[in-house]
């Protein structure tokens, strides 16, 4: 099994910058992909970025110049640096990875972005 824990929420202003934590833990040899998803009230769960082992990311439009998804697997870590955030980007920020026994979630972390 792998746990998930994220940090690094918060209340900023818009333009502001931010860094979410995601640290692994458990079986994490088995971890392949990783990424982050949000949800913001009244909306489903939405997909922003995702990395590989290998390095590889992937973005989706509304946060592509904005957010850098990264991970240091000598510290069991994702990150995800958020610049120029938005009222829009406040939400629950998720954590996953996709393992060898499926997938796995953190509890979230709030990010709320002020006008």
């Known amino acids: 099994q792998v746990q998930l824990v994220e940090s690094g929420g918060g209340l900023v202003q818009a333009g502001r910058s931010l860094r979410l934590s995601c640290l692994a833990s458990?079986?994490?040899?088995?971890?392949?992909?990783m990424g982050w998803h949000r949800q913001a009230p009244g909306k489903r769960r939405e997909v922003l970025a995702s990395?590989?082992?290998?390095?590889?990311?992937i973005y989706v439009d509304s946060v592509k110049d904005r957010f850098t998804i990264s991970r240091d697997n000598t510290k069991h870590t994702m990150y995800l640096q958020m610049h120029d955030l938005k009222p829009e980007d406040t939400a629950v920020y998720y954590c996953?990875?996709?393992?060898?026994?499926?997938?796995?979630w953190g509890q979230g972390t709030q990010v709320t972005v002020s006008p």
């Open positions: 458990g079986t994490i040899a088995s971890i392949n992909a």
């Open positions: 996953y990875a996709n393992t060898g026994f499926g997938s796995a």
């Open positions: 990395i590989s082992n290998n390095g590889e990311t």
